[in-house]
């Protein structure tokens, strides 16, 4: 067997550091923001309040009617209302204006 040249040790340190390198870069640019965006919405979901107009994560959009604690009630045209599931309203179009 061949002996390993003397100095030519691996220290275990650098060993694992581009390894640590690489996690600590995965979660200030992927972990970190995802779970920032998620807080953000879940804020947005517990905000919701009677006569919102949003949208769903299926594009419909509408207008809230009621709020219970998983589901909301929207009206989606007159005489329309559907039930969804508080998790899949995504926007609140109060905000945006109007398109000419």
């Known amino acids: 067997m061949a002996q390993p040249a003397q100095g030519a040790e691996a220290n275990p340190i650098m060993t694992f550091l581009p390894l640590v390198l690489i996690i600590v870069v995965f979660y200030f640019f992927m972990i970190r923001p995802q779970m920032k965006r998620?807080?953000?919405l879940a804020t947005f979901r517990n905000s919701l309040e009677k006569g919102d107009k949003v949208v769903t994560t299926g594009g419909i959009y509408g207008k809230?009617?009621?709020?219970?604690?998983?589901?909301?009630?929207?009206?989606?045209?007159?005489?329309?209302?559907?039930r969804v599931?508080?998790?899949?309203?995504?926007?609140?179009?109060?905000?945006?204006?109007?398109q000419k």
């Open 85 to 98: 599931d508080k998790a899949a309203i995504v926007k609140d179009m109060s905000d945006v204006q109007a």
């Open 38 to 40: 998620q807080k953000e």
């Open 64 to 82: 809230i009617l009621e709020i219970k604690d998983n589901t909301v009630l929207l009206q989606v045209d007159d005489n329309v209302k559907i």
